[in-house]
């Protein structure tokens, strides 16, 4: 995860975390866990503001730039193949991918993790083969290997969250807690995140189908 994107190790978050947001002149959204500075605005969650769904400008501003961003739609086919593959859903994978890497393709992060999904060597060996495993960086790849693994956790674990802490901490550290998300503060963030804006992304596509959403402590 890039250090600029969500800097959870300087920041004790509580269970109902924060998304902070803000797109600039050049078209670029930046998220972040907490106000950065004056041009963040809350996104989803937070104090006085609607729990879920969250509706505020900035949020819409953020979920707009979902919809428009070249560097979003230049991989919507392949997010949508790997959904479809995997049997995913492609907003989940989408907020995945805005959470880890904020879309930059060639993000890499300080412990090796690389590209859209933020693919770890680990993982990769389990969930690539050799060859793609070589060729990690590239999106199509990195997005299919995050799905495959994503997919093969919510099995594990029978439950989203859970999944998502295992892919935050370990899948070790899930089963220690009940196979729960543990009580951790980067995990429970990082998990919070991603299904809040899993979530929004939920109403704007499948209004009828999604209705509320239940966080399980």
Same mark, same amino acid.
């Given at each position: 995860?890039?250090?600029?994107?969500?800097?959870?190790?300087?920041?004790?978050?509580?269970?109902?975390?924060?998304?902070?947001?803000?797109?600039?002149?050049?078209?670029?959204?930046?998220?972040?866990?907490?106000?950065?500075?004056?041009?963040?605005?809350?996104?989803?969650?937070?104090?006085?503001?609607? =729990?879920?769904? +969250?509706?505020? #400008? *900035?949020? !819409? /501003?953020?979920? @707009?730039?979902?919809?428009? %961003?070249?560097?979003?739609?230049?991989?919507?086919?392949?997010?949508?193949?790997?959904?479809?593959?995997?049997?995913?859903?492609?907003?989940?994978?989408?907020?995945?991918?805005?959470?880890?890497?904020?879309?930059?393709?060639?993000?890499?992060?300080?412990?090796?993790?690389?590209?859209?999904?933020?693919?770890?060597?680990?993982?990769?060996?389990?969930?690539?083969?050799?060859?793609?495993?070589?060729?990690?960086?590239?999106?199509?790849?990195?997005?299919?290997?995050?799905?495959?693994?994503?997919?093969?956790?919510? =099995?594990?674990? +029978?439950?989203? #969250? *859970?999944? !998502? /802490?295992?892919? @935050?901490?370990?899948?070790? %550290?899930?089963?220690?807690?009940?196979?729960?998300?543990?009580?951790?503060?980067?995990?429970?963030?990082?998990?919070?995140?991603?299904?809040?804006?899993?979530?929004?992304?939920?109403?704007?596509?499948?209004?009828?189908?999604?209705?509320?959403?239940?966080?399980?402590?």
């Amino acid at each position: 995860m890039k250090a600029w994107l969500l800097s959870f190790a300087c920041v004790a978050l509580p269970a109902h975390a924060e998304l902070w947001g803000y797109v600039d002149a050049a078209g670029v959204a930046h998220f972040a866990p907490r106000q950065i500075n004056a041009r963040y605005a809350p996104v989803l969650g937070g104090v006085g503001m609607q =729990r879920v769904p +969250g509706k505020t #400008d *900035a949020g !819409l /501003a953020l979920l @707009n730039w979902l919809d428009i %961003a070249p560097e979003v739609k230049a991989v919507q086919p392949w997010v949508r193949e790997a959904a479809a593959q995997h049997g995913v859903d492609a907003e989940l994978l989408k907020a995945v991918i805005a959470v880890e890497s904020g879309y930059q393709r060639g993000a890499v992060s300080p412990r090796g993790a690389m590209g859209l999904m933020q693919i770890t060597p680990e993982t990769a060996s389990r969930y690539a083969t050799a060859a793609d495993a070589a060729r990690l960086i590239e999106p199509r790849i990195n997005i299919h290997t995050g799905a495959r693994m994503l997919a093969d956790l919510i =099995r594990r674990f +029978g439950r989203i #969250d *859970a999944a !998502l /802490a295992a892919w @935050n901490c370990g899948e070790g %550290a899930v089963r220690r807690a009940g196979n729960r998300v543990p009580d951790i503060d980067e995990t429970q963030a990082h998990v919070h995140l991603v299904l809040e804006l899993y979530w929004a992304l939920l109403q704007q596509s499948q209004p009828a189908r999604a209705q509320r959403l239940t966080l399980h402590p």
